[in-house]
Every structure is written in C-alpha cells, then in structure tokens.
C-alpha cells in the first residue's frame, strides 16, 4: 500500500495514520481491515471471526503469526473501531450491508 493510500484510508477512517499503523498488526492483514472498516467489504474468514468475537473459530483460522496476535486485535477493535462494526454475527453483517464508514457508518 502507498503512503497516499495509507493517508486516504486514514482519513476515511478518521484517525491519524502514523497511529492507525502503529498497531503491531501483521502488516498483511491490514489490507482486509482496511476495506471492511471503510466500505463494509468482507474480510477473509480469520478476519470474520475476529470481528464476530467468536474465539474459536478464531483460534482455528489464525495461522502461526496471527494466533499470537489475538490480544492485538481485541486491543485494536476495543481501542480503534466503532463498537457498531465487531461483536456479533449481527453487528458484522449490518457493517457490510451498511457500506462501513463510506455508507454512513460508525459517524
């Protein structure tokens, strides 16, 4: 991802992009959070079942990086998003329909 895309992600998503990229996250996997917080596009599964707060299914998806990162994306989601788009199956799916922050989400 470019620096210009970066910021343009960080505007749309209303935070500072040295800080939105500060997050110790797996670098790879902002792409998916990118596109599912700004315009409501589904992650893959790891990503869906991190949003969803289901732990297990969590647990089962995460490749080796990522199951040690799980405490990062619960700091991340409770810190950084909107409670309105993680959570639940239901909350999750009413994200996605909604178009994330480009439909009018999370304002």
Known sequence: MTTIEQAAYAAVLKRNENDFYNLNLPPRMWGGIER???HGIPPGHFLTAIL????FESCS???DENISMLSQYARFLYN???GSCYGSKEKVAAWIE???YAG???R
Not at 52 to 55: F, K, N, R, S
């Open 98 to 100: 909604g178009g994330g």
């Open 104 to 106: 009018g989400k999370g």
């Open 80 to 82: 950084c998003v909107p």
């Open 52 to 55: 969803e707060g289901d732990l």
């Open 36 to 38: 599912y917080l700004a």
């Open 61 to 63: 998806r995460a490749d």
